[in-house]
T-cell receptor, first 114, second 114 residues
Framework: NAGVTQTPKFQVLKTGQSMTLQCAQD?????MYWYRQDPGMGLRLIYY???????DKGEVPNGYNVSRLNKREFSLRLESAAPSQTSVYFC?????????????FGPGTRLTVL | GENVEQHPSTLSVQEGDSAVIKCTYS??????FPWYKQELGKRPQLIID?????GEKKDQRIAVTLNKTAKHFSLHITETQPEDSAVYFC?????????????FGAGTQVVVTP
């Protein structure tokens, strides 16, 4: 099993450009998440999907949109990138929507917005 | 919503000594407390977790304690080794209205010197 995979690994954008970060999991998990990680701020939840067909905002959703394409895939879109969105982005998944299930993380995407 | 504070932000220990990281949480309804380890350039990975019906849990050299009354929990690493050098994150979930979302602390950089 590959676990949670993300593409791309690195990306450089200019202010105002758009892009989509892709995430897929092969563990048959129901729930998926997108986080951003900034120095000294831990992991902050952007959006999550409790189950296929549902999405909801997390702590820092402004400037992002998501799509739960199917049970395996959960994408994150930046419509008009800003320098404040320079960060490392992690996708994660967990077995159920219950809060006490381990979240498995992807390898991350390092995004720089110039 | 839930707020998790983590201390210290950096911790330097000599190989063989013990390391302790402390976290406090604000929502008394939170009931799941995982700890993640993130090595440089890698993804966060779960190392141990504890639920609110348990006061202490051990796994080889690591242990977690939970004090529900005081709303704090701690990670203890004994006989530290160089491979314990990493950033450690605590998290909490299960509180009021949180569904399964994890609220992470800001992280502790642990450096183990030989």
């Amino acid at each position: 099993n590959a676990g949670v995979t993300q593409t791309p690994k690195f990306q450089v954008l200019k202010t105002g450009q758009s892009m989509t970060l892709q995430c897929a999991q092969d563990m048959n998990h129901n729930s998926m998440y997108w986080y951003r990680q900034d120095p000294g701020m831990g992991l902050r939840l952007i959006y999550y999907s409790a189950s296929e067909g549902t999405t909801d905002k997390g702590e820092v959703p402004n400037g992002y949109n998501v799509s739960r394409l199917n049970k395996r895939e959960f994408s994150l879109r930046l419509e008009s990138a800003a320098p404040s969105q320079t960060s490392v982005y992690f996708c994660a998944s967990s077995r159920t929507s219950g809060g006490d299930n381990e979240q498995f993380f992807g390898p991350g995407t390092r995004l720089t917005v110039l | 919503g839930e707020n998790v504070e983590q201390h210290p932000s950096t911790l330097s220990v000599q190989e063989g000594d013990s390391a302790v990281i402390k976290c406090t949480y604000s929502d008394s309804a939170s009931n799941y407390f995982p700890w993640y380890k993130q090595e440089l350039g890698k993804r966060p990975q779960l190392i141990i977790d504890i639920r609110s019906n348990v006061g202490e849990k051990k796994d080889q050299r690591i242990a977690v304690t939970l004090n529900k009354t005081a709303k704090h929990f701690s990670l203890h690493i004994t006989e530290t080794q160089p491979e314990d050098s990493a950033v450690y994150f605590c998290a909490a979930s299960g509180g009021s209205g949180s569904w399964g979302k994890l609220q992470f602390g800001a992280g502790t950089q642990v450096v183990v010197t030989p």
